[in-house]
């Protein structure tokens, strides 16, 4: 019987939200992984199969070792601890690279969120990373994780300019999905929850995105443009299923497991009814944003005044959220640099 995963497929690309290898080898098989300081942080506190030690030791002392060794020409002056934490996350991903076939990604320090500079830079030292660890790795098929800042959205256009892919992410609103087909990204990420229900017990978002969502990919379509949706942070199947027909969603360990053993029979006919062309979103002309494209000042009073505060505080909490990770992650290199 084909689970509900192979007929999620059969509606949209399905990546993997994960930075556990096994996750990708055994339930694949997936286009593209994404990944984030959270992520990365909750994989590499992973315990190893004894309970004893963590399972990533060796790869964390390696990324230190190489941190202080042959990689310092690529770390410059940046902080040891946060340097680390850009080879750890980049060596997690080599281990999942044989198991996709689309892109990697890896989140930009969110502590950069409002320097454009410190962004692209970031990026740059992350691909030459990549490049310094894997030779013979395709650096075209690394795509750089940005919150969906005026700045972030702003290094994603020179980012972009230089050939190098792109995912807004933390996107919230229209407002954001705009300018971020206007910087030329390769992907927008849309949060269908705000990142608090992942870490607060009981906490639901009474918002979710899902008409964003629709409505972001239709003005895509619909002006032909480049950019493409890839939904995020979701909670259910349920979820997951109301996403199917958008271009690309990615998913957790969790519900791609339940997924692969749930029975798709009962459902499959009606998968990707939300996204149907037949019911497209209104005011889908690309002339509806273009006064606050190239306005920091206009954008920044729009994305403010979107949902009434709602959507800059929700990507303000996500950037919150992604920092007290990275810090969690450079108190772990620190911890093994004493």
Request: glycine share 6%; charged share 20%.
């Amino acid at each position: 019987m084909p689970s509900l995963l192979d007929a999620l497929r059969q509606r949209s690309v399905v990546d993997c939200d994960t930075l556990d290898s096994e996750v990708a080898k055994t339930l694949g098989p997936f286009v593209d992984c994404t990944s984030n300081q959270a992520i990365a942080y909750f994989e590499i506190t992973k315990l190893s199969a004894s309970g004893i030690g963590l399972y990533h030791e060796s790869l964390i002392r390696e990324s230190i070792d190489q941190s202080m060794g042959n990689l310092g020409e690529i770390r410059g002056q940046v902080a040891l601890k946060e340097f680390v934490v850009e080879v750890m996350m980049v060596k997690l991903q080599l281990l999942i690279a044989p198991h996709v076939t689309g892109y990697l990604h890896v989140q930009t320090n969110p502590k950069l969120s409002y320097s454009q500079t410190g962004t692209v830079n970031n990026a740059k030292r992350i691909i030459a990373i990549f490049q310094a660890l894997a030779p013979n790795f395709d650096i075209k098929r690394i795509c750089i994780k940005i919150p969906a800042t005026w700045e972030g959205l702003s290094a994603c256009r020179a980012l972009e300019a230089e050939g190098i892919a792109t995912l807004a992410t933390t996107m919230f609103c229209m407002e954001q999905a705009a300018l971020a087909s206007d910087a030329n990204c390769t992907y927008i990420a849309p949060y269908i929850n705000e990142l608090k229900v992942h870490f607060e017990t009981g906490y639901i978002d009474l918002h979710k995105a899902f008409s964003f969502c629709r409505e972001a990919q239709a003005y895509y379509d619909a002006n032909n443009q480049r950019t493409r949706v890839l939904a995020a942070s979701l909670t259910s199947v349920e979820e997951v299923l109301q996403l199917a027909g958008v271009h690309h969603v990615t998913i957790s360990p969790i519900l791609l497991s339940e997924l692969s053993r749930l029975d798709a029979t009962a459902v499959k006919n009606s998968l990707g009814e939300y996204f149907a062309v037949t019911q497209p979103p209104e005011n889908l002309d690309p002339t509806k944003y273009s006064t606050i494209l190239e306005n920091e000042s206009s954008w920044r009073l729009a994305f403010t005044r979107s949902g009434f505060g709602t959507s800059e505080g929700k990507i303000i909490q996500a950037i919150n959220y992604f920092s007290d990770f990275q810090e969690k992650l450079e108190e772990i290199a620190g911890s093994y640099t004493i």
